[in-house]
């Protein structure tokens, strides 16, 4: 199986956010691409806590973690979105 087609099932941050897009009130909007840390369900999640944290700011935080994912497959999903993200982590 591809990284591209894993994404919908493994990555249910990223899902959410290309059915909704970008909130209005986004300043910042940062995709956080990785592997199972990145994805949280192991282990504390990050994201959701920076999430948080940031919110009041403007920022908006995508959790596209996916669990035994690569470094080179991130970047290839969003392509296909209308609303670039500001800033991306790997």
Request: net charge positive; aromatic share 6%.
């Given at each position: 199986?591809?990284?591209?087609?894993?994404?919908?099932?493994?990555?249910?941050?990223?899902?959410?956010?290309?059915?909704?897009?970008?909130?209005?009130?986004?300043?910042?909007?940062?995709?956080?691409?990785?592997?199972s840390?990145?994805?949280?369900?192991?282990?504390?999640?990050?994201?959701?806590?920076?999430?948080?944290?940031?919110?009041?700011?403007?920022?908006?935080?995508?959790?596209?973690?996916?669990?035994?994912?690569?470094?080179?497959?991130?970047?290839?999903?969003?392509?296909?979105?209308?609303?670039?993200?500001?800033?991306?982590?790997?």
């Amino acid at each position: 199986m591809t990284a591209s087609r894993q994404h919908p099932a493994a990555a249910p941050g990223l899902t959410a956010f290309l059915r909704a897009g970008r909130r209005p009130q986004t300043a910042q909007l940062v995709v956080c691409t990785g592997d199972s840390i990145t994805r949280g369900r192991s282990s504390a999640n990050w994201v959701d806590i920076l999430q948080c944290r940031l919110a009041p700011q403007g920022y908006q935080l995508v959790n596209a973690g996916i669990d035994g994912g690569l470094a080179w497959n991130m970047l290839k999903p969003f392509s296909c979105t209308n609303a670039p993200p500001s800033n991306r982590t790997l």
